[in-house]
């Protein structure tokens, strides 16, 4: 059985002794609601699966000199005073073949995006042999938030 399978992989070990398999929930997941930086492109990975890669802006809002951050609306923000604000520029790629084709279809700069996925850390090795880190946002979900989408001509 699958639970056979597991117990020779996984296995807690307390002492000297082996005991039962511990099972534990974790978690991965990213939400971003942010605009588009530029007009997505469509990669091949290492040859295999192709892939939509664009990129997204988050904005932090705060009052200056304090640590909380504004999280109402533009206009109350106004009457606040001073205003500081901090964008975030983060990488999406979507593998999912039917949301992947959408996204590159429809996705432009500045669109509106509500992004759900989990983050990778990857390396690769750029043009001039470097290795670099990457971080992504593997997205799973893409919700359209703008009213002006039109597909790409």
């Known amino acids: 059985s699958v639970l056979q399978v597991l117990r020779q992989f996984v296995r807690h070990e307390s002492g000297d002794t082996v005991g039962s398999l511990v099972l534990e929930r974790s978690m991965n997941r990213v ?3 942010g605009r588009v930086g530029q007009d997505p492109i469509m990669r091949q990975v290492d040859g295999k699966n192709p ?18 951050v504004a999280q109402t609306a533009l206009l109350f923000l106004c009457t606040l005073g001073d205003i500081s604000q901090k964008t975030t520029w983060h990488r999406i790629s979507v593998f999912r073949p039917g949301l992947r084709d959408v996204t590159y279809q429809y996705v432009k700069k500045g ?23 990457a971080t992504t946002i593997i997205a799973d979900n893409v919700i359209f938030l703008s009213d002006n989408i039109k597909e790409k001509v």
């Open 31 to 33: 939400q971003l609601l």
């Open 51 to 68: 892939v939509t890669i664009f990129s997204l802006a988050t904005n932090e809002m705060w009052r200056t000199g304090e640590n909380e």
């Open 111 to 133: 669109s509106r995006l509500y992004v759900e996925g989990k983050l990778d850390y990857g390396e690769y090795t750029d043009k001039n042999n470097v290795r670099r880190q």
